[in-house]
């Protein structure tokens, strides 16, 4: 019997994916976040704190929170570290633009 040798990108820690890979396998799920949730998403990876975006974006501070959580679920993320690498292979329009 023949296994295969395709491995799943859950299989795979972002730790050690190359810059290319992230790119591709996120640069996608990154044009599915609305606007809101992509500003958001750049501040967070930049380590922005979420009582400082409320303050920054004038939303409220729960607002904030839910977008993070979906924005974490549609990326597939456990915690801001992961979305923080993805950030760094991908551009952070938003603080480019506006900070």
Do not use: W
Request: one cysteine or more.
């Amino acid at each position: 019997m023949r296994t295969s040798s395709i491995v799943s990108l859950k299989e795979i820690p972002l730790s050690e994916m190359d810059s290319a890979t992230l790119v591709s396998n996120y640069g996608t799920k990154l044009t599915l976040l609305t606007k809101k949730q992509r500003v958001i998403f750049d501040l967070l990876s930049n380590g922005m704190m979420v009582k400082d975006i409320a303050k920054h974006l004038q939303l409220a501070e729960i607002t904030v929170k839910v977008v993070k959580a979906r924005v974490m679920v549609i990326l597939g993320v456990k915690n801001l570290q992961e979305m923080a690498v993805i950030s760094k292979c991908t551009s952070c329009t938003y603080l480019k633009k506006n900070l």
